[in-house]
């Protein structure tokens, strides 16, 4: 019978079949960070109990640190729990990528990138931007605190099997229309309900033939979907991607992997329990207007008017979020003065997207009522941008160029938009609150962030076009 | 963990959809490694809050009788967003032991489950009717959650039944230990290693390049 990948993924994670669909499954690789990964590993010795298996899973630190130049002013409480996951990685024999260090990063960027993340894996963090990973092909999902320790105890996780969900993008996007873009499309087309209770493979011509770092952006934002899990079938360009990455693995057992990777992507005949199709043509540069990912329309449309909506539910909904972000149903989005840009985050803070975002940039100003962020993935992506001089492009503009972490994405460390000003960033909420209390956030791609930055307002960055 | 069997309470009803877990419990509240116990007071702070800091008379948890309740009702895509497990425990220490509801986040509705909290889920049809009975009587209107039963009845008699898979509800009835019961299995954990080391032996060996 031909099977999904999503099938191939999870069959060969079983442990156990406990019934009702519901199986023990074995986790390969798994990634704890300063938010919760201290916590967890005091609560798995309180209890009497070792890590099951410390060489399997890895450390880094990212929520919690400040990403000031020099990395001076984290909150106390950061502090205490960056020291409390250095002393409790350390006695359990977990590899910790720390501050400073080649590595360290925001998980869902040092993972790919040292190649803890492979194709075929089964990758848990407590988190739920972990499906991520599954651009390389791993079956990867976030997971609770409980299951976290759990996982910690065990190297094993009980879930319930999902449905499978296959969207195929399938044509040739616009100039300037970015994997954010089609996955932003994505979201306002199905709804952030549209992947509950699937795993969601992304197929199609579209994403054969998108770089990796697009396909991590896209299966980032799977949670936002609904879907836990996310993934693309690993090819040519994953292998390219992963060989020679400090943790892939070398010589005759790379060639073997690579060799079980090769049989992972779905079979042809493979059947999905649900099936959508995008034609990635007819989409324009993504920009959200309100407080839910599906809150979504091309930077050439308007803001929604609930007075046109016939759902009265649907019709509050959106007068609530347009309450909150202070806009005027029915007028352009494009022009709305902008106080704050970020670029940065797990969706979007990767060299590729830094590239995109410096050529917007290059040779303009900002413009000066704003405030502009660039918060780089990791150490080794701050390290290769500023060997290719992209940090001077972002300083000449007028931008900050800061250490890696998640920063303003989640203001977990205290870095915050402040109270009803408007943000235009490229992270993947734009949740009440999400960026500090009454921020209102824009969710869009590094090049729409980049032009928001120049002209001080949401702008199209096609109209703008590229810097000098 | 709690254990679950049956409870009659007042009822809640908050409809918004997409109530995301940022909204049940903000980050600020919840870094740090001794947070139990603090939560309640900060979940759903935005809704039950007013920017001074004060009461928010319209927020549905800050009226009587809904000030008392032990069940929510909630609107579709509860709990969507991030995997915080402090979510739940902001609930619960607000007092809430039931939440029903059409759909739910998936992280968030496996961590209901990891501490006794009871998700049901019910056709929207039916979680908007239960909303409007309880609304129409002003919030006397109890309902009650059995779960040996696997059904929600109001105090006008409806009843609604639902489904949940065995070894949830006996998990959630009995107070299982999940960690416990998977430890039982370390013997088949460890054959299955020993022999995924033979099929796939670089997923146990990147340590040592690292
Ligand atoms: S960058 Fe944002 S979404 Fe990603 S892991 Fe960090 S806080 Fe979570």
Redesign the pocket.
Known sequence: MPQTMFAKLWNSHVVADLGDDTALLHVDRHILHDLGGSRALLDVKERGLKVHNPELTYATI??TVTSAPGRQGTIPRGVELIHALRTETAAAGIRLFDIDQPGQG???VMGPELGITLPGVLLVCG?S?TCTHGGLGALAFGVGWSELNHVLATQTLIQRRPRTMRVRFEGISAPAVTPKDLILALIGMVGTDGGTGYAVEYAGGTIRDMAVEGRLTVCNLSVELGAKMGFTAPDEKTFAYLEGTACAPKGVSWLRAVEAWRQLPSDHDAVFDREVEIDVTKIAPQITWGTSPEHVIGIDGRIPDPAMIPNAERRQAVQLALNYMGLMPGEAIAGTPVDWVFIG??TNSRLSDLRAAAEVVRGRKINPRVRAWVVPGSEIVKRDAVAEGLDQVFLNAGFEWREPG?SM??A?NGEQVPPGQRSVST??RNFVGRQGPRARTHLASPAMAAAAAITGTITDVRRLGTGK | MKKFDRLTAVAAPLMRANIDTDIVIPINRMVGNSIRGTLGKWAFSSLRYLPDGSDNPEFVLNRTPYRDAEILIVGPNFGCGSSREPAVWAIQERGIKAIVGSGFGDIFYNNCFQNGLLPVVLDPAVVQAIAEEVEQSQGTSHVSVDLEKCEVTTSSGKRYAFSLEPRRRTALIEGLDEIGATLKLDSEIRAFQARDREDRPWIYTSRANA
């Open positions: 990212d929520h925001i998980v869902h988190d931007h985050s797990c998640c994405c989640l977990s992270s993947n």
